[in-house]
């Protein structure tokens, strides 16, 4: 079974940034495409980046120019590099192996990570 740990969370201005980082085993990290989610307080779990080998594959529209996922298949790591943050981006977010749907959908993770909080103060 898969086990993936998110770091890198925190609280910063609107205007910052953030690296989070997912550690992740049990697993062929290099086959399984991988995602980012978040979830805000009384909202729903949303996707933000879906990324497959070293690429990128979809961002939700409203992160778009402002994060990017990336992926160390030598360490077993996938990145979310956050930029320019807003409040609205307060969250908890999630790493996730997932289905390789192409989408940033929630019902296609196998497994999910802990999360991480991130809060952005305005």
């Known amino acids: 079974q898969a086990h993936l740990v998110e770091s890198g969370g925190g609280s910063v201005q609107a205007g910052g940034s953030l690296r989070l980082s997912c550690a992740a085993s049990g697993l062929t990290y290099s086959s399984n495409c991988m995602a980012w989610f978040r979830q805000a307080p009384g909202k729903e779990r949303e996707g933000v980046a879906d990324?497959?080998?070293?690429?990128?594959?979809a961002y939700a529209n409203s992160v778009k120019g402002r994060f990017t996922a990336s992926r160390d298949n030598a360490k077993n790591t996938l990145y979310l590099q956050m930029n320019s943050l807003k409040p609205e981006d307060t969250g908890t977010y999630y790493c996730?192996?997932?289905?390789?749907?192409?989408?940033?959908?929630?019902?296609?993770?196998?497994?999910w990570g802990q999360g991480t909080q991130v809060t952005v103060s305005s």
């Open positions: 996730a192996r997932k289905r390789c749907t192409g989408k940033l959908n929630p019902a296609d993770v196998t497994d």
């Open positions: 990324i497959v080998s070293g690429t990128p594959q």
